[in-house]
Nanobody, 124 residues
């Protein structure tokens, strides 16, 4: 399984940005894609994720309402829409794939494959 993130930029606070995660090599339909981020000097943080088969999404409580995960099966791409971005959203954003049960979508340790990350920098 390979994942390639894109869409990271440097931008001003208050704006919106959509990250993409192109997934290849998955041979079964029941898998999940998670989004995670790591800011400099901080631990990895869960953003949200989606179970592709069920279309069910889950989010970290602190980001609920500003971030949205969606999926385009035809393009084999999962998106992370981020609105009202703040300087504290500055981080490298990673997507991950795996046969993750729906109730474990937010657990990074359950994912087997990871992308290389894309950097988002938000300035005030």
């Amino acid at each position: 399984v390979q994942l390639v993130e894109s869409g990271g930029v440097s931008m001003q606070a208050g704006g919106s940005l959509r990250l993409s995660c192109v997934v290849s090599g998955v041979t079964h339909g029941d898998y999940s894609i998670g989004w995670f981020r790591r800011a400099p000097g901080k631990d990895r943080e869960t953003v949200g994720g989606i179970n592709v088969l069920a279309g069910r999404t889950m989010y970290a409580d602190a980001l609920l309402g500003r971030f949205t995960v969606s999926n385009d099966n035809a393009k084999k791409t999962v998106y992370l829409q981020m609105n009202d971005l703040k300087p504290e959203d500055t981080a490298a954003y990673y997507c991950a794939a795996g046969r993750v049960p729906r109730h474990c979508i937010l657990r990074a340790a359950r994912y087997q494959s990871w992308g290389q990350g894309t950097q988002v920098t938000v300035s005030s």
